[in-house]
């Protein structure tokens, strides 16, 4: 069965550092997203990506974050300065379409930051 | 009002309880509406989408009322598999088919 893959699993940064979290969605879907969450809360959107933009975008992606697709298969998110506050799993998912498919989430990348 | 409101938890119940989840959601646009089940730090999986008909998946039953804007989610029989955090999840087509989420309600199953 095909499925979303993140690397790394587990990312350690200093404060004040970039990060690039990495993702290889479902190799034939089109709409591309991030989400975070934070210990002990729910999950948040951050960005939805669709033919090469950006599509919509959450309060909390600020100008620190930045989403690409590199190539035709990657996926990644982008942090530039990483603050404490910015530690949290943060999953990447992938759809088909919209209106007839739902979300497949990958295993996540759990950020940390000193 | 939280956009995706769910019953507070912890629900601890015996194996082979019947457990019900309620949901509640603001934005009358929203459009397709799913559960979604947790495991610790784990990625959301997908339980079951829910319709206004109410469907079912073996044990599990989901029911949408649009007018109300109220999702539901029984579990009949549980398992001690059954324990996880439930999810209670729109999508909003309109919105670049953005996922919003509820703060999920944690269901632990007793032997």
């Known amino acids: 069965e095909p499925e979303v893959t993140q690397t790394p699993s587990h990312q350690v940064t200093q404060m004040g550092q970039e990060v690039i979290l990495r993702c290889v969605p479902i190799?034939?879907?089109?709409?591309f997203y991030w989400y975070r969450q934070i210990l002990g809360q729910k999950v948040e959107f951050l960005v939805s990506?669709?033919?090469?933009?950006?599509?919509?975008k959450s309060e909390i992606f600020d100008d620190q974050f930045s989403v690409e697709r590199p190539d035709g298969s990657n996926f990644t998110l982008k942090i530039r300065s990483t603050k404490l506050e910015d530690s949290a799993m943060y999953f990447c998912?992938?759809?088909?379409?919209?209106?007839?498919?739902?979300?497949?989430f990958g295993p996540g990348t759990r950020l940390t930051v000193l | 009002r939280k956009e995706v409101e769910q019953d507070p938890g912890p629900f601890n119940v015996p194996e082979g309880a019947t457990v019900a989840f309620n949901c509640t959601y603001s934005?009358?646009?929203?459009?397709?509406f799913f559960w979604y089940r947790q495991d610790c730090r784990k990625e959301p999986k997908l339980l079951m989408s829910v319709y206004s008909s109410g469907n079912e998946d073996g044990r599990f039953t989901a029911q949408l009322n649009r007018a109300s804007q109220y999702i539901s989610l029984l579990i009949r029989d549980s398992k001690l598999s059954d324990s996880a955090t439930y999810l209670c999840?729109?999508?909003?087509?309109?919105?670049?088919?953005?996922?919003?989420f509820g703060q999920g309600t944690e269901l632990s199953v007793k032997p």
């Open positions: 990506f669709y033919n090469n933009e950006i599509s919509e």
């Open positions: 998912a992938s759809r088909d379409r919209i209106r007839t498919d739902t979300q497949y």
């Open positions: 999840v729109v999508d909003l087509y309109n919105q670049g088919g953005k996922l919003i």
């Open positions: 934005n009358s646009a929203s459009q397709s």
């Open positions: 190799s034939n879907h089109l709409y």
